[in-house]
Nanobody, 125 residues
Framework: VQLQASGGGLVQAGGSLRLSCAAS????????LAWFRQAPGKEREFVAA????????YYADSVKGRFTISRDNAKNTVYLQMNSLNPEDTAVYYC???????????????????WGQGTQVTVSS
């Protein structure tokens, strides 16, 4: 499956953005999906994950209550709605996919074989 992330940009602190990740090349509903991010000088970190059905979602503590992951299997797209953004959210955001059931280690990069190219999110103070 190929993944294409979009929706990043520059936003002021307290603002919102919605990221999208469009998939192609395989049956989208077979895949568990996740968002990771990498800030300058830091390692890539887990943000959120969603099961193939959308019935299970998981979040990093740092974004819980502010970000929402969702998916539309009819549109082959996963979303990340980001509210109450702060400068610490500045990063390149990546979508990732893995075929089948969402792993118990969903927060680890190694659980995902397919990655999008990333989209830059910059939050100004």
């Amino acid at each position: 499956v190929q993944l294409q992330a979009s929706g990043g940009g520059l936003v002021q602190a307290g603002g919102s953005l919605r990221l999208s990740c469009a998939a192609s090349g395989d049956t989208f509903s077979r895949y568990a999906l996740a968002w990771f991010r990498q800030a300058p000088g830091k390692e890539r970190e887990f943000v959120a994950a969603i099961s193939w059905s959308g019935g299970s979602t998981y979040y990093a503590d740092s974004v819980k209550g502010r970000f929402t992951i969702s998916r539309d299997n009819a549109k082959n797209t996963v979303y990340l709605q980001m509210n109450s953004l702060n400068p610490e959210d500045t990063a390149v955001y990546y979508c990732a996919a893995e075929q089948g059931v969402l792993s118990r280690s969903y927060y680890l990069e190694g659980c995902y074989h397919y990655w999008g190219q990333g989209t830059q999110v910059t939050v100004s103070s």
